[in-house]
């Protein structure tokens, strides 16, 4: 699994992830490993007490990630004048971020994405000095 939403609409790190029936790890600056059979909600973080085991989903999933092939425009067929579209409109243009970066962990974000989004509420509706407040909290 993978998502990217966070990385290309905010900066945060990109999410992977490997799952089977047993398990799921998520790569992430602070990864987390559930066991999925005893904690199907995944409410007990793992990634501590079972250092080992994660670390060893954690090398499966980087050495899956790191054979992944490569897309690019030519591989999908476009030409330059599609390509030069798509780029113009923002829909692609390279890497958002820098390779070996340090990005937020996107569950340091949602506190954040939170405060953020009830101060946009509040400007919408007015209550300027109250959205002001917020945002210099997020």
Do not use: C, N
Not at 40 to 68: F, M, N
Not at 106 to 115: F, H, Q, R, T, Y
Not at 124 to 129: L, V
């Amino acid at each position: 699994m993978e998502s990217l939403e966070g990385l290309y609409s905010f900066g945060w790190a990109p999410l992977y992830g490997l799952v089977d029936s047993r398990r799921k790890f998520v790569l992430a600056p602070r990864g987390e490993f559930y066991d999925l059979q005893k904690d199907p909600g995944e409410a007990a973080d793992l990634s501590k007490t079972q250092a080992a085991q994660a670390g060893k989903v954690k090398a499966e999933l980087q050495r899956r990630i790191a054979s992944a092939p490569k897309v690019t425009a030519q591989k999908a067929g476009l030409g330059s004048e599609e390509l030069k579209s798509l780029q113009s409109l923002g829909y692609i243009g390279g890497t958002p971020g820098k390779a070996g970066a340090s990005y937020r962990d996107p569950k340091d974000g949602k506190k954040i994405l939170s405060l953020h989004t009830r101060a946009v509420d509040d400007l919408q509706q007015g209550r300027t000095a109250q959205a002001a407040r917020g945002l210099r909290r997020s």
